[in-house]
């Protein structure tokens, strides 16, 4: 009897030649739900990268515009200039009724090729449809043509307030502009305040000193 249920044990046919169909389905179940789990980490993956890179692009344009707005003051002098019209222009302008927050005019302007120009320059910045940008004139005194290029340095910026302090400690806004607060100088404020709120970093405030510089430039 030990001998016979020894064979009944290690019979081939009691050997299984495959899987159930309940088996197939469980085992394609768990491969779907596996693979939706792997799709959707995945997917925030590549969505979590995008939006890092998207504020990492956000911030170094806010700082590319800090940084040159930065040296356009540092660098301001109290050097009116001549307009294509012949009528002299102010060396500091600011809070008018147009798309122009500031105009001034700086030094320090490069000069690779040694041509026989001015190291001075024109800038003017503006703030148009949600951007702002920095014109820039080829020549500082000019009648007639003076051709200008315009370079746009931060977008999708939902608001901006620019103010000024005199010499005597006053503050006086630039923008957002009214009729009453346009400023018109030959000389120079002590320091500029620049506060911008842009789409998805939300408000950034920085104060500029400007350098000490005589009026008769």
């Not at 080829?138 to 931060?154: C, F, K, Y």
Request: charged share 25%; aromatic share 8%; net charge negative.
């Amino acid at each position: 009897m030990a001998i016979l249920a020894n064979h009944e044990l290690h019979h081939p046919g009691n050997h299984r030649a495959g899987f159930t169909l309940l088996e197939l389905l469980v085992a394609l179940s768990v491969f779907v739900v596996l693979s939706v789990m792997a799709y959707q980490s995945l997917s925030n993956l590549l969505r979590t990268r995008d939006i890092i890179e998207e504020k990492a692009r956000d911030l170094d344009e806010l700082q590319m515009f800090f940084m040159i707005l930065g040296n356009d003051l540092s660098q301001a002098v109290a050097r009116t200039v001549v307009m294509e019209d012949g009528k002299r222009d102010a060396a500091f302008r600011g809070g008018e009724q147009t798309s122009t927050w500031l105009t001034l005019t700086r030094s320090g302007r490069s000069n690779p090729r040694g041509e026989a120009r001015s190291e001075f320059q024109r800038i003017a910045w503006m703030f148009e449809g949600g951007a702002l940008i920095r014109r820039s004139w080829r020549h500082l005194d000019a009648l007639g043509e003076n051709p200008h290029d315009d370079e746009t340095m931060v977008q999708q910026v939902l608001h901006l307030e620019v103010s000024f302090t005199d010499d005597k400690g006053g503050k006086f806004p630039l923008w957002p502009k009214e009729e009453d607060t346009t400023v018109i100088s030959d000389t120079l404020p002590r320091a500029v305040e620049v506060t911008l709120e842009k789409q998805g970093i939300g408000r950034i405030r920085r104060i500029f000193e400007l350098p000490l510089a005589p009026g008769w430039l």
